[in-house]
């Protein structure tokens, strides 16, 4: 063991030099990448013994050795016994200065934000694309409609102003909340399209096939399943009212209730309206797990800034929240149920994107991205499922067109991993190091940072 911990330093330090190499020679336009195996995130067979080559941000040729020229005076890193997959986009995430290199050193090099507020996270977003900061390309709907925190769309005519002014500052979607009701959807869904602006929604006053009927694109977190499968949805209405964490509770108890059978035909009718869900499943899982810290997230040493984990207190939470530990065993009675709904929804061709919640309380960014992969294994995804879920899949969700796969044309965001992934899904987490924007990092480096956000 101490030989192999010595062989990789011995690599870590010879990429490092020749990292630097890259970026001091004024010739070096290119890198090519050497002997790895190449999974290319739209469920191709794995390329061995590969060659990538990146020309700048972009990636240039790949494909196996013999077949891809390696450019004259390229700088080139051989990767030999290492994997290659695309960089891992999270659908359900919140910009935060800090959180940005946590990100990228878990490999996420894309995030969705649903929940920050426009001002906030058009500002980071720009020093992200300018390099002032490392961190993921950032997509985000701004401050979503019906926010419980900024009271905004309390009507209709709200709702449309608020579309407008995110719309203007240029997001990328238009994000509602659970405040939201199904005439004020109906206003965000026919203002946005007059933007040609996808509508991605966490529901709380609305049951999931109303809003996808009205025109929602992307349903996040399983929000407004429970309401749909249920006899009648009046509970949950009366309980979000009551405000968000009652309404959550409310509907996290239900899960252990619903029948299959409907679940299941609630899955047909998602699956056919061309929506998307984001389950989010490790949010759920840590909301049953939160009387019980060994099941929670574990952070690295230096991956949550001391004055951010000092609002991790499992027991304080559940008082805020105001959960009993009878919530919190129906809570984990549910959890099997929701996993069945997921993995019945992919069966009829439902779209399942990948996200984390993070970051928020146990939820570590790019951590327990990797934990929403476990869990959609565990569901019944294979490894590859998974990947392509979190690549490809998460890609074609957000409209990014240049993400998510390995070929040429496409952004050279990946990751270098030294085990491989497809046998364990846990091996994405066995990340050397991750390039975004075609600058390569070593992820011990990046978490060498984390004392400054």
Request: proline fraction near 5%.
């Amino acid at each position: 063991m101490a030989r192999g911990l010595g062989m990789l330093s011995r690599r870590l330090v010879t990429l490092a030099a020749i990292l630097t190499a890259a970026c001091a020679s004024d010739d070096a336009n290119r890198i090519v990448l050497l002997g790895a195996t190449v999974i290319d995130g739209a469920g191709g067979a794995p390329i061995h013994n590969a060659v990538v080559v990146i020309n700048g941000s972009s990636i240039e040729a790949i494909g196996p050795a013999g077949e891809v020229p390696v450019p004259g005076g390229a700088q080139e890193i051989d990767l030999t016994g290492r994997w290659i997959i695309p960089g891992l986009i999270d659908a359900d995430a919140r910009a935060e200065s800090w959180a940005m290199t946590r990100f990228l050193a878990y490999g996420i090099t894309a995030i969705r934000d649903l929940r920050s507020d426009t001002e906030s996270v058009m500002a980071i977003s720009q020093l992200t694309e300018r390099k002032e900061v490392s961190g993921p390309r950032i997509y985000f709907t701004g401050t979503p409609v019906g926010d419980p925190q900024s009271g905004a769309a309390l009507s209709a005519r709200d709702a449309r102003r608020v579309v407008d002014g995110n719309s203007v500052a240029g997001v990328d979607y238009i994000g509602v909340a659970e405040g939201v009701t199904l005439t004020v959807l109906r206003a965000v869904v026919d203002e946005s399209r007059s933007f040609q602006l996808p509508v991605v929604a966490s529901l709380g006053l609305m049951d999931a096939v109303t809003a996808a009927d009205a025109g929602v694109r992307s349903i996040v977190g399983l929000s407004g399943v429970p309401q749909a499968a249920a006899g009648s949805s009046a509970p949950f209405y009366a309980a979000f009212r009551q405000g968000f964490y009652r309404g959550w509770g409310y509907a996290e108890r239900s899960w252990s209730r619903l029948r299959a059978g409907t679940l299941d035909r609630i899955a047909g009718q998602l699956a056919d309206a061309n929506v998307s869900l984001t389950p989010t499943l490790i949010m759920h899982e840590t909301a049953a797990n939160l009387d019980d810290p060994s099941q929670l997230e574990r952070p690295a040493p230096g991956a949550i800034p001391a004055e951010v984990a000092s609002g991790w207190d499992s027991r304080a939470l559940l008082r805020e929240r105001a959960w009993s530990a009878r919530d919190l065993r129906a809570f984990r009675q549910g959890r099997p149920v929701q996993d069945r709904f997921v993995a019945q929804f992919k069966s009829r061709g439902g779209v399942v994107a990948v996200g984390s919640g993070s970051p928020a309380p146990y939820l570590v960014p790019g951590m327990s991205l990797h934990s929403e992969l476990q869990l959609l294994v565990r569901a019944g995804f294979t490894p590859m499922d998974a990947l392509m879920a979190a690549t490809s899949g998460n890609a074609a969700v957000l409209e990014a067109d240049s993400l998510g796969i390995l070929m040429p044309g496409r952004v050279a965001d990946l990751i270098i991993l030294t085990a491989d992934p497809l046998q364990d899904i846990r091996n994405t987490r066995a990340i050397e190091s991750v390039m975004v924007r075609g600058e390569l990092l070593l992820a011990e480096g990046v978490r060498a940072g984390w004392s400054s956000p």
